[in-house]
C-alpha cells in the first residue's frame, strides 16, 4: 500500500510538471495578446487626448489656420483676425429707399469661444480621431448681435420714418377746437434685429447681409377719440362753474372763470389717459391784482450778464400765496359741483427754490463759450427757433448735470408755441412739419458746447449736408427717436444765455473755464458721392437743389497752457440730397450738374459770428 501511495504521489508530480510544460506557450501568448492591446489602448488614449486637446490639423476658418492651436490660442487668433471673418456691410431695404452700415456700426460681433466649442470630438470614435489627424473638421463663425444694432439702427432709420404726433385742442376756443392726431410711419427695431440674426446663422460666409423690411404704424401719444372723450367728459366738469379761492378766512377772495381756467389749462397723458393740469404762470397772469396787493413776491437768484461778466442777482423770499400753490388749491376742488367749488389758501412766507448762496457756490465768473448761427429769413424759423431759444434761455446746469435738447424745447407742437417748417423727410425730400427749423437752434447749442469743452452724450449730424451748418460739427433732433445731450463735466456750474434776430441764434455759456482754447479742426471730405435729379408730379411738390454726399472727420482740440492736451475725433457721414423738380421727367434728360467740392477750413475757433454759407 506504501508503494502504490508514493507511485500515486509520484504520478501526481509528474502530472503537475507535464501540465505546466504543456500549458507555459498558450500563456505567454494571452500574455503578449493582453499587453498588445493596453499598448494599443494607451495609444489610442494618446491619440484621441492629442487630438481632442488642440484643433485638429487643417482646421480653418475664413482663411485662418487653426490647425494644431489649442483651444484657448485659437480663440484668441480668431479675436485677431475677426475683421476678415466679420460681414462687411448691411444693408436695409425699406419701400422708398435703403441704408447700410459696417458690421461694427450694426454691434455684429464674432463668438470666438462659441466658435471653437463647435469643434467637439467624440473620444471613442475612432473613426471620427483619425479622421481628424488627417482630414480636420468644419468650422462655422458663431456672430453675436449686441444692442449697439439698436441706436444704430434707430440712427439710420430716422430719414425714412415719421413721427406721429398727438391731438391737440385750443382750449380757449368755445367749444374748444380739435386738430386730429396723424399716425406716425416706423420700422420695427425687433424684427430687423431677428432678420439679421437669423441672416447670420443662414449665411454665415456672406459678406453681406440684407434686411427686407415694411413699414409699421406708429400710434400718437394722444389720439383723436381719447381726447373728444377728455372733452366731453373731465374738461366739461371742469369748466362747468367758476372756481372761488378764499384767504384770511374769507376776508380776501378771488374768483377764476370756465375762460380764465381754460387759458390756463395744460393737457398730457398720464398713466394710459388724457388728464389736464394748470400752469401756473399762466394761472399768475389772471390774478386779481387786489387778492395779492399785501404779497411779496419771491424771487430766485440769477446772473445778470449785460455787462459781460456775470453777477449774482440775490434771491429774495416771498409772502403770499404762491402760483404753484393756487394751482393746486384750484385743481382740488374743480371737478366738484357748482356751489362747491371753493377752496382756501392761506398767505406765508415762499422761500426761493435757488438761494444767493446757492448760485455763489456755482463758481460761474466768465465767459466760457459763445456761438451765433446765421440762416435765411423766413417766419416759421423765426417763430420755431425763437420759441426754442425762450425755453433755453437761463438754464443752469450744475456740475455733473445732463442737458437735454428735446426735455428743454419740449415737444414741437403747436401747444407748445411751434409752427409748420421744413424739416427732411425719407429720402432726403423736405416737407412741412410742427417745429421745423429748431436743428438751427440744436446746432447753435451743439457748438457752444462743443468750444466750452463739455462732454457729450447724443447727437448726430444731419443725414444731408446743409451749407449755412459747420460740415460734421452740427446736429439735429427728432422727437421721439433723436436727442442732443451733453454733460456739465466742468468743476463749476454753467449758465446758459440765448438771443435772437431775425437772421440768427445766439448762445453764451458762462461758467470758469477749464481750457485756455477749444477749438475745431476740418478733415478732407471723403467717399464723395454726386447727387440725382428726381421729378414729382405730386400735389404740393416743391422743387429744391441737390447736395454733394460727403463723408468727414472733425477734430476737437483741447489746449491749455499753450499745448495741445486732448484731440477728439467727430465722424460724419452725409448722403446726397436729390435735386427735386416739379413736374414729369422730360423724356430727354439734360446733362447731369458737376459739383465742385470746397475746400474745408482747417481750424476754426469760437466766434460768435461766424462766416455761413447760405442755405440753398
Known amino acids: 500500500a506504501y508503494k502504490v501511495r508514493k507511485l500515486n ?5 509528474m502530472s503537475e510538471l507535464n501540465q505546466s510544460e504543456i500549458s507555459e506557450p498558450k500563456r505567454s501568448k494571452w500574455l503578449w495578446a493582453a499587453i498588445g492591446l493596453g499598448a494599443a489602448i494607451a495609444l489610442y488614449a494618446g491619440v484621441a487626448f492629442a487630438v481632442t486637446r488642440a484643433i485638429p490639423v487643417g482646421t480653418s476658418l475664413a482663411g485662418v489656420n487653426l490647425g494644431g492651436l489649442t483651444s484657448t490660442a485659437a480663440s484668441e487668433k480668431l479675436l485677431e483676425s475677426s475683421p476678415q471673418i466679420l460681414p462687411e456691410t448691411v444693408t436695409v431695404t425699406v419701400p422708398n429707399g435703403t441704408f447700410s452700415g459696417s458690421a461694427s456700426d450694426f454691434g455684429i460681433e464674432l463668438d470666438a469661444e462659441a466658435t471653437i466649442d463647435q469643434i467637439q470630438l467624440n473620444p471613442w470614435n475612432p473613426f471620427e480621431i483619425i479622421g481628424q489627424l488627417f482630414v480636420g473638421n468644419s468650422v462655422r463663425p458663431v456672430f453675436t448681435v449686441s444692442d449697439k444694432f439698436e441706436n444704430t439702427f434707430q440712427d439710420l ?3 425714412y420714418v415719421t413721427a406721429p404726433l398727438s391731438a391737440e385742442a385750443d382750449f380757449t376756443a368755445n367749444p374748444p377746437v380739435v386738430t386730429p392726431a396723424v399716425l406716425g410711419q416706423g420700422l420695427d427695431t425687433a424684427v430687423a434685429r431677428e432678420q439679421l440674426e437669423l441672416s447670420l446663422v443662414e449665411n454665415f460666409n456672406s459678406k453681406t447681409h440684407e434686411l427686407n423690411l415694411e413699414y409699421v404704424t406708429v400710434e400718437p401719444e394722444i389720439s383723436t377719440k381719447a381726447l373728444n372723450d377728455f372733452i366731453a367728459g373731465d374738461f366739461a366738469k371742469i369748466i362747468s362753474a367758476q372756481v372761488v379761492v378764499e384767504a384770511d378766512g374769507g376776508t380776501k377772495i378771488d374768483r377764476y372763470s370756465p375762460f380764465e381756467i381754460r387759458g390756463a389749462l395744460v393737457v398730457e397723458f398720464k398713466e394710459g389717459k388724457v388728464s389736464a393740469s394748470l400752469n401756473p404762470e399762466k394761472l399768475g397772469e389772471v390774478r ?3 387778492f395779492i396787493s399785501e ?15 456775470p453777477v449774482v442777482i440775490p434771491s429774495k423770499s416771498g409772502f403770499g400765496i404762491s402760483n404753484d400753490s393756487l394751482a393746486k388749491s384750484i385743481m382740488s376742488v374743480w371737478m366738484n359741483p357748482k356751489g362747491q367749488r371753493i377752496a382756501d389758501v392761506e398767505f406765508g412766507v415762499i422761500e426761493p427754490d435757488f438761494t444767493t448762496a446757492e448760485a455763489e457756490a456755482m463758481g460761474i465768473t466768465e465767459l466760457v463759450s459763445s456761438y451765433t448761427q ?9 417763430t420755431n427757433i425763437g420759441q426754442a431759444a425762450e425755453y433755453i434761455d437761463g438754464t443752469l446746469l450744475e456740475p455733473g448735470e445732463e442737458f437735454s435738447m428735446n426735455d428743454t424745447i419740449k415737444e414741437r407742437t403747436y401747444a407748445n408755441g411751434y409752427v409748420d417748417g421744413y424739416i427732411i423727410a425719407p429720402g432726403g425730400i423736405f416737407r412741412m412739419e410742427p417745429g421745423g427749423g429748431v436743428s438751427a437752434a440744436t446746432t447753435t447749442m451743439f457748438n457752444g458746447a462743443w468750444f466750452a469743452g463739455l462732454k457729450f452724450l447724443e447727437w448726430r449730424a444731419h443725414s444731408v449736408y446743409i451749407s449755412r451748418y459747420p460740415a460734421g460739427r452740427e446736429a439735429t433732433v427728432f422727437w421721439g427717436q433723436l436727442d442732443m445731450r451733453f454733460r456739465n463735466s466742468h468743476p463749476t456750474g454753467i449758465f446758459i444765455t440765448t438771443s435772437m434776430t431775425n437772421s440768427s441764434m445766439s448762445v453764451k455759456f458762462w461758467g470758469t473755464k477749464q481750457w485756455d482754447e477749444v477749438g475745431s479742426v476740418s478733415g478732407s471730405w471723403r467717399n464723395v458721392t454726386p447727387y440725382e435729379t428726381i421729378y414729382s408730379d405730386e400735389e404740393g411738390c416743391s422743387t429744391q437743389t441737390g447736395a454733394t454726399g460727403f463723408a468727414i472727420t472733425v477734430y476737437r482740440t483741447f489746449v491749455k497752457d499753450g499745448v495741445e492736451v486732448k484731440r477728439e475725433s467727430f465722424n460724419t457721414t452725409y448722403r446726397p440730397t436729390p435735386r427735386v423738380v416739379c413736374g414729369k421727367e422730360p423724356t430727354t434728360k439734360p446733362k447731369p450738374t458737376k459739383t465742385k467740392k470746397p475746400k474745408p477750413t482747417p481750424t476754426e475757433t469760437p466766434t460768435e459770428t461766424p462766416t455761413e454759407t447760405p442755405a440753398p
Open 9 to 13: 504521489l509520484n504520478w501526481w508530480k
Open 157 to 159: 432709420a430716422l430719414d
Open 295 to 309: 404779497s411779496q413776491p419771491v424771487q430766485n437768484a440769477t446772473w445778470d450778464v449785460s455787462s459781460g461778466t
Open 288 to 290: 386779481d391784482p387786489t
Open 374 to 382: 446765421n440762416f435765411e429769413y423766413l417766419p416759421y424759423r423765426v
